[in-house]
Structures are given as C-alpha cells and as structure tokens.
C-alpha cells in the first residue's frame, strides 16, 4: 500500500518475491483515492483499509488461509491505510510494517490510536521514520512512536544523501520536491535493502531520544535492546513504542558499524570556554578508517569520563590501534560569539592541553568491548593540532 506518488512499487515487489519465493505479493492500487486533496486522501485511507479488511475476511472462508501469516506493508498514508486494515478484520493480522514506511504525519499525529497506525493493529508493528523534521509546524512523517519497534535511522530526519547541498541544488533547479521525496522515501529503500543485502543487516539500538544516542549511551543488545530493521525487524517481548536509533549510509548497502568510545578527561589548566574538536582514525585488520568527527553535543567534561559515538561504513575487522587527533576549536557560530564574549579571559591556544591515558572502546554490532591504552605512558598530553596514538591494552 503506498502513499500518493510512488514509483518504487516494482523493485520493492521484486525483492520480496526473491526473498520469500512461496508467498503471495499483492499490490494495492487505490491511486484514484491517494490521488486528491491531502484531507479528502487522509479520509480515503480508512475506506480503502475497510476495503481490504473484507478481502481478508473473504480470504479466511478458506480454512487454509491462516491471517497470522499476513504480513502489511503500508509507506506515508499507506502505513495508516494498513493499520485500518489490521482494526476492522476479523482477528489479527500477523504483521504490518508502516514504513510503518514513513507513516504520514498531518491529521495523524497526536491522535487517538484507533484514527491511525497503532500496536493494536497487528500482532507485530514495526515503523521505519525517515522524516519527521518539522516545516512551519508540520512534519511529514509522523514524528511519534505508533508500533512495537519504531525505528528512527539518524534520528529521523536528516538522512545522508539528502542534505543542504542537494536542498540548493533543488532550489536551482526546481526540483525541490524530489529532495522531500528523498528523505521521506528512504524508509522505502531501507526496506528493500534489508530483503536484498541480508549479508549486511543494519541494527538499531533502544534508546530514549536522538540525542543520547548521538552521544553514544545507547549500544547495548542486553534484554532485546537491538533489533534488525526492516524485513528483519523481530517481535520482542510484548514491548510497545519501543524507539531505537542506528547511523545508515547515504545508498545501498546501508549498513554501518557502530562504535561507542569512552575518553576519560584530564586537564591541569583551565581550557576557558574552548571547546576542543577532536577526530580518531581506527585501524584494523581489515584497514584504517577515515579520521572520523567526535561529536560534541555538550562541551566536554573535564576530569571525567566524556562518551561518544562514531562510525564507518567498512567492517575495521579486529581493531588495533586509534590515533586521536585535536583539531583546534570548532568554528560554529555560537563558538565564535563564546570566543568573543570571553576574549580576555580565555588562555591562549598555546596553554590548552589535556591528558588522556586510556580509550575504551564497545562495538554495538559484536558487542565486544576493548581497551587501548596511550602508546607512550610518559606522553599523555595532547594540544590543539597534535594527536596521540593508543594501542591495545588489558582492562584494570
């Protein structure tokens, strides 16, 4: 079931055929419904998902049909089309996946459960949001949880490929609304990806929002925290509303491979209000990776244990060694005013140094934890422009 527009029907038709050979795929076309007003396709959804709810319970006269082996997938009002689907047929459908494709967002967010996509709908409900950035108030994609598992890649909105760049570019060429087709369609191509490239499943990771994910807190598989998105996304414990979080590529195949990294902090001379800006390379037997940014959500802690998340999109293998890299201090806006506002106070750059002894590292796909431990034990500074190298060492 899609949503108004969609030109992707035939490769995601495909792929499941290859995946699941022996299944019946069945393509809605309610186009002439979709394509209207937005509030006369919003109210369509639920007649057409009436619609099918007695094609189901036609179906089920066959005592072969079993509705637990159905399986809905519905993307923007699609999803919701599939949830009225899964409300009025008699019993429970086995799964809907709302891409639960990028559910669509106005006139359904906030409301009561039975007026769009919910858990109540099937006995699993799993939902990929791709664009839940507001615009002048209004999301697209619908921004609150409204399945079992909601899946929310980069947090939901910004999805790599689709970036300011492509949004001037769009401008220019007046093809705007192919850049919101991007972001709003790539829960579509995430899907796909998870039935063609099952030798690179992506993983998603339970955490409470967007921001403590980005920091890192949130790459634990313990007690059904990870799932796989997508086709393989898996039921978990009668959990609803459950959010997690992963990092994707910008095309196929998506996957990446998480890292969490913990840099306890020293410093013996205050740094001001400089924040540092700080890269690591990761090399492994498999090779190095490119330097990649530390994101400093908050300005790092100092004599304390600062967390972080980074990524890449090759498998590093075993790691063995990390080179950290001081960039100097970041140039965004608000750093400037800081440097502005604290220009007599703040140490020259030639005065900033910070001492780090050891890096732990978790990787969120193997779940293995390491320890590397400064190369030098003598040289544990490190100043803006200069970088440290650490190496594999026991934990204490």
Known sequence: MSGMFETWLGSLVS?????????????????????????????????VGKSIARLLDWLQENPLFQLENVHLIGYSLGAHVAGFAGNHVHGTIGRITGKGLDPAGPMFEGVDPSKRLSPD???????????????????????????????????????????????????????????????????????????VNQDKQSFAFQC??????????????????????????????NKRNSKMYL????????????????????????????????????????????????EMLDQIGLNATNTFLVYTEEDMGELLKIKLTWEGTSQSWYDLWKELKSYWYRPAKSSQELHIRRIRVKSGETQQRFAFCVEDSQLTSISPGKELWFVKCTEE
Not at 153 to 176: E, K, M
Not at 216 to 225: V, Y
Not at 272 to 286: K, R, Y
């Open 15 to 47: 792929a499941l055929r290859e995946r699941e050979k022996d299944a019946n795929v069945v393509v809605v076309d309610w186009l002439s419904l979709a394509h209207q007003l937005y509030t006369d396709a919003v109210n369509n959804t639920r007649i």
């Open 208 to 237: 409470t929002d967007s921001s403590r994910f980005k920091k890192g807190i949130c790459l634990s598989c313990r007690k059904n925290r990870c799932n796989g998105i997508g086709y393989n996304a898996r039921k978990t414990r």
């Open 121 to 195: 709908d099937a006995n699993f409900v799993d939902v990929l949001h791709t664009y839940t950035r507001e615009t002048l108030g209004v999301s697209i994609g619908i921004q609150m949880p409204v399945g079992h598992v909601d899946i929310y890649p980069n947090g939901g909105d910004f999805q790599p490929g689709c970036g300011l760049s492509d949004v001037l570019g769009a401008i220019a060429y007046g093809t705007i609304g192919e850049v919101v087709k991007c972001e709003h369609e790539r829960s579509v191509h995430l899907f796909v990806d998870s039935l």
């Open 247 to 294: 990092k994707t590529r910008a095309d196929m195949p998506f996957k990446v491979y998480h890292y969490q990294m913990k840099m306890h902090v020293f410093s013996y001379k205050s740094l001001g209000e400089a924040d540092p800006t700080f890269s690591v390379t990761l090399h492994g037997t498999n090779g190095d990776s490119e330097p990649l940014s530390l």
